[in-house]
């Protein structure tokens, strides 16, 4: 199961990748800051900003998503402390139905952050354990002759009908606000900077412990958030020359075709089981290569087999040993008869054509969702009872 945590970049209007293994991410922001300015920067979103930190992002190859999408399955209060300073973080947890986990992680200070809050509120219980999207936007508004940036949160259910939040928490954050600020201006203060720092924390503090009691309620619900034990995925098994099953899995990631390719070791009998990564290769179609701990190295290759007057184009799939020829030239030799098709398992059928693999494989290969599907054997026809023995059951 891989983890990826993700964070609400105002400028970039977006989310992008933090944390372990997000280094590219930091060098694009870095350089995106570096052309937008500091001071514009500092000064947060604008539709200026937003291009051309895309477009930095776009050009290192730097993935930015505008929305999040899984099943709703935790809701957390972390803290940071960086530069020694403590920060509180809400994180909350996405997982899809291969069991990898998404964890968008804001400041609690923050708008968004907050924002999402009074939404996650009415949203628990009637949509945890299920699929939920969560997105953003920068809201620009005019106020004293200045251009100020509203982030507002959005969030989803899975029949795609934004969850509206629970008004109570603002009134009751602005009336912990005034109940603080109120003396002070009685007194004749006058700092807009220490009224609008004794607002945030407050804000802050009454948010913290909105987050807490979310994740309290989410703990009790003791959602499973463990991978199912068969997860969406186009596959293909094939028996080589020895007898030995070849277990294709394939699925979508980050707009790529991704798998496993596992095999059980005759000689231990354990089962082994090796990453693949498809790209075009010189077979045509696309092609991969699997590695097994006793060296042998064993190409995937998929193409579109040709379509004929009674059935369309397939996927398919030819699994190959790298060998040499009797010169000393590579030869690439099938480990098994006939290419065999690649279908849909049951659990990625259920989503059929709105699947990512089913896209994906429409886009590359130019097979459709149907020839996708599960084999399933024709039903058998019952014959009729005969009339004499039709009579004999009625009896």
Do not use: C
Not at 172 to 201: I, Y
Not at 307 to 314: I, L, M, T, V
Request: proline share 5%; charged share 30%; no cysteine.
């Amino acid at each position: 199961m891989a983890t990826r945590m993700m964070e609400r970049n105002n400028i970039v209007d977006g989310f992008v990748q933090v944390g372990e293994g997000a280094d590219d991410t930091r060098m694009a922001l870095n350089e995106a800051r570096k052309q937008i300015g500091e001071e514009a920067w500092k000064h947060g979103a604008s539709p200026e900003s937003k291009q051309v930190a895309r477009e930095v992002l776009k050009a290192r190859g730097v993935r930015y998503e505008e929305k999040l999408t899984g099943k709703l399955v935790d809701v957390a209060v972390a803290q940071t402390h960086p530069n020694g300073e403590t920060r509180n973080k809400l994180r909350v947890t996405l997982e899809d139905g291969r069991g990898d986990k998404t964890i968008l992680s804001a400041d609690l200070a923050s708008e968004f952050a907050q924002r999402l809050l009074a939404k996650l509120d009415p949203a628990i219980p009637d949509h945890a354990g299920k699929e939920v999207t969560i997105g953003g936007f920068a809201s620009m508004v005019e106020r004293d002759g200045k251009t100020y940036a509203n982030h507002v949160a959005t969030l989803k259910g899975a029949d795609g009908q934004e969850i509206t939040a629970n008004p109570a928490h603002n009134v009751k954050a602005t009336e912990q606000v005034k109940a603080l600020q109120q003396p002070m201006l009685d007194a004749g203060m006058t700092d807009r900077k220490v009224l609008n720092q004794l607002a945030d924390s407050t804000r802050e503090k009454y948010y913290l412990e909105v987050a807490e009691s979310l994740s309290g309620r989410m703990k009790a619900l003791g959602l499973p958030s463990e991978a199912p034990q068969k997860y969406p995925a186009l596959e293909m098994g094939a028996k080589d020359r020895e007898g030995v099953w070849h277990n294709l899995s394939l699925h979508e990631k980050d707009g790529e075709l991704v798998g496993t390719l596992q095999r059980r070791n005759k000689e231990t009998g354990k089962r082994e089981k090796e990453p693949l990564q498809f790209q075009s290769g010189e077979l045509g179609g696309m092609q991969a290569e699997a590695e097994f701990p006793d060296g042998k190295t064993i190409l995937v290759a998929l193409s579109r087999s040709e379509p004929s007057e009674h059935r369309g184009a397939e996927l398919q799939a030819q699994l190959y040993v790298r060998g040499q020829d009797l010169d000393g030239k590579a030869t690439l030799e099938p480990i098994h008869d006939r290419p065999r098709q690649v279908r849909m398992n049951e659990p990625l059928a259920a989503i059929g054509a709105n699947s990512r693999e089913a896209r994906l494989i429409q886009e590359r290969f130019g097979v459709g969702a149907k020839a996708l599907e599960p084999h399933r054997a024709p039903e058998v026809a019952r014959r009729a009872p005969e009339p004499g023995k039709q009579k004999e059951m009625a009896r």
